[in-house]
């Protein structure tokens, strides 16, 4: 649960218009997730990641919109988990059309399964080793409360 | 007296000699040839086994290839909207205590739910607490996203 002082970002950090290669963007993204541990500290890398897929998107819209179009609607139709190999005549046209407008080739086969080192400005967040005292620090004591109105804290006895 | 009754006798001369010798099956192949023909058909079965899975393998690769290259944008957009949510339920459960005595939001009466970590750790919400305030369809349809969907 989430008390007052607790700091969440407003409401206009974060509101993004939602939807080139993104490749840097989303490896900082995946690190910055990664390492961190928490959403917040990662919000300008999120917002770097879809500004980059909505101009990409933008640009395919611009010029190959037919193509981009039907080779969706095949991937969505022929099976279904969309898999590639049902769809590979409408594959084949689309890759031509975005390598003749936009000069993007296909990644290599695996690529996005490989992976990657990222060398990222951010630093390291630090990880404080466990600390293991010779006692267990008591714990405060409760407030005064009287007894529980509705039975039991645990969140699982509905 | 009467006529003499029929009998179920044998006919005359006897029975035909009945041949009780051995028959045995026809067999078209022996045991090696049986154990060789095992052998091929293991073998182009193996064959057969090997080109499909690697075709498998190789499919397997793309897709997942594929979905990890998408992963980023719908994890980016999954983060602001759960934040958005964390504050959304957050200040519905101010408007619901504020007469409440001695009620903090966040905590039970004042008292903190994890009580020896740092409190600007971020730690998930319960998932029954995430989808409190809405519809239970939501909780359904989210929780038991693979039963449901």
């Given at each position: 649960m989430f008390t007052k002082d607790f700091p969440l970002p407003t409401e206009e950090e974060l509101t993004v218009q939602e939807i080139n290669t993104c490749e840097e963007q989303n490896n900082e993204y995946m690190l910055c997730r990664k390492e961190e541990k928490d959403p917040r500290k990662c919000l300008d890398e999120g917002k770097a990641v879809t500004a980059c897929s909505l101009n990409f998107f933008r640009k395919i819209k611009k010029s190959c919109l037919e193509e981009f179009s039907q080779y969706a609607n095949c991937l969505d139709k022929s099976s279904r988990d969309m898999e590639y190999k049902y769809c590979r005549n409408t594959q084949?046209?689309?890759?031509?059309?975005?390598?003749?407008?936009?000069?993007?080739?296909?990644?290599?086969?695996?690529?996005?399964?490989?992976?990657?080192?990222?060398?990222?400005?951010?630093?390291?967040?630090?990880?404080?080793?466990l600390s293991f005292p010779d006692a267990p620090e008591p714990l405060p004591e409760l407030p005064v409360g009287g007894e529980a109105r509705y039975g039991s804290r645990k969140f699982w006895f509905q | 007296m009467a006529a003499t009754p029929t009998q179920d006798l044998p006919p005359k001369g006897g029975y035909a000699p009945v041949n009780f010798t051995r028959i045995p099956a026809r067999s078209y192949f022996n045991g090696y040839q049986l154990f060789a023909g095992f052998g091929v058909v293991s073998a182009v079965a193996c064959y057969m086994y090997y080109k499909t899975y690697s075709l498998v393998r190789r499919e397997d690769i793309e897709m997942r290839s594929g979905r990890l290259a998408v992963e980023p944008l719908l994890l980016a957009e999954r983060d602001r909207e759960f934040l958005k949510q964390i504050r959304r339920n957050r200040d519905e459960e101010a408007r619901l205590m504020a007469n409440v005595e001695g009620w903090e939001v966040g905590t039970y009466h004042g008292e903190r739910i994890y009580k020896t970590i740092p409190s600007e750790r971020f730690i998930d919400p319960v998932i029954n607490e995430y989808f409190a305030h809405g519809p239970s369809k939501a909780y359904t349809d989210n929780a038991f996203f693979s039963l449901f969907s």
């Open positions: 084949a046209i689309y890759d031509k059309c975005v390598l003749d407008n936009l000069g993007l080739e296909r990644p290599d086969f695996g690529y996005f399964c490989e992976p990657k080192i990222v060398d990222s400005k951010r630093p390291k967040p630090i990880e404080e080793p | -």
